[in-house]
């Protein structure tokens, strides 16, 4: 049957928007894990990242500051078995970017959880995708990415970070669901890559009118199976 896991990857926008709204986005989807870009990475972000945390009624597993703003929370239903940060090389003039992972446990299931946020400057992306491909290569459990590429399906750093891994919307015929921005969705950025031998049961980018004060993307939410490892 394999252990069901409920999924969310999100970018928050720094919470600049309705954080009224933002927690209660997440806190009606109930997910398990919630794989945050654009979180706190500045002054006091562990307690920053604590209350948003306490918020969605999740606790922090990893990231912050040390994975410059990408950021991991669970549920008490997930065991943390390990976590590390991934910082990218800095193009001078760029902000420095990065990725969290956490090595977790869910009933009979193990897997990794990561995050990441893309450049904006399309030279920038493709060594920044080639960083985080690594650090999801070097996985030893099956690998759940969530991230902001700031960029499409069609661009050359989604093709890296993909690589080997399952596009959640394709495998649930959703691709034509669009991520940002929320004021006029024009693109897909925002996606969910899944081990191949994961099971993608549901899909959805969340449109609402509360979504669209939370934040300047929509939420990916995502139900699936992992395979049970005893």
Same mark, same amino acid.
Not at 6 to 34: F, G
Not at 52 to 61: K, M, N, P, Y
Not at 66 to 87: D, F, H, K, Y
Not at 132 to 156: C, I
């Given at each position: 049957?394999?252990?069901?896991?409920?999924?969310?990857?999100?970018?928050?926008?720094?919470?600049?928007?309705?954080?009224?709204?933002?927690?209660?986005?997440?806190?009606?989807?109930?997910?398990?894990?919630?794989?945050?870009?654009? =979180?706190?990475?500045?002054?006091?972000?562990?307690?920053?990242? +604590?209350?948003?945390?306490? &918020?969605? /009624? %999740?606790?922090? *597993? !990893?990231?912050?500051?040390?994975?410059?703003?990408?950021?991991?929370?669970?549920?008490?239903?997930?065991?943390?078995?390990?976590?590390?940060?991934?910082?990218?090389?800095?193009?001078?003039?760029?902000?420095?970017?990065?990725?969290?992972?956490?090595?977790?446990?869910?009933?009979?299931?193990?897997?990794?959880?990561?995050?990441?946020?893309?450049?904006?400057?399309?030279?920038?992306?493709?060594?920044?995708?080639?960083?985080?491909?690594?650090?999801?290569?070097?996985?030893?459990?099956?690998?759940?990415? =969530?991230?902001?590429?700031?960029?499409?399906?069609?661009?050359? +750093?989604?093709?890296?970070? &993909?690589? /080997? %891994?399952?596009? *959640? !919307?394709?495998?649930?015929?959703?691709?034509?669901?669009?991520?940002?921005?929320?004021?006029?969705?024009?693109?897909?950025?925002?996606?969910?890559?899944?081990?191949?031998?994961?099971?993608?049961?549901?899909?959805?980018?969340?449109?609402?009118?509360?979504?669209?004060?939370?934040?300047?993307?929509?939420?990916?939410?995502?139900?699936?199976?992992?395979?049970?490892?005893?």
């Amino acid at each position: 049957m394999g252990v069901p896991l409920r999924v969310v990857s999100y970018n928050i926008h720094s919470q600049r928007d309705d954080t009224a709204a933002l927690a209660a986005v997440v806190r009606a989807a109930t997910p398990d894990v919630v794989i945050v870009q654009e =979180g706190p990475r500045r002054f006091r972000w562990r307690q920053k990242s +604590a209350t948003l945390a306490e &918020s969605f /009624g %999740l606790v922090v *597993a !990893a990231g912050g500051l040390p994975a410059l703003g990408n950021l991991l929370l669970t549920s008490l239903r997930v065991q943390v078995r390990g976590t590390r940060c991934q910082r990218f090389p800095l193009t001078p003039g760029r902000h420095l970017r990065g990725a969290a992972y956490a090595d977790c446990r869910v009933g009979d299931a193990q897997f990794t959880l990561a995050g990441s946020h893309l450049s904006t400057d399309p030279a920038e992306r493709p060594s920044q995708a080639a960083e985080f491909k690594r650090g999801l290569d070097a996985a030893t459990s099956p690998v759940l990415a =969530g991230a902001d590429l700031n960029e499409g399906p069609d661009g050359p +750093a989604w093709a890296t970070v &993909s690589r /080997g %891994l399952t596009d *959640a !919307a394709v495998a649930a015929d959703r691709a034509e669901r669009l991520t940002f921005p929320c004021a006029d969705p024009r693109r897909r950025i925002d996606a969910l890559f899944v081990d191949p031998r994961i099971t993608v049961v549901d899909y959805d980018v969340v449109d609402t009118p509360q979504t669209r004060r939370a934040s300047d993307h929509f939420p990916v939410l995502v139900d699936l199976l992992l395979p049970a490892t005893g």
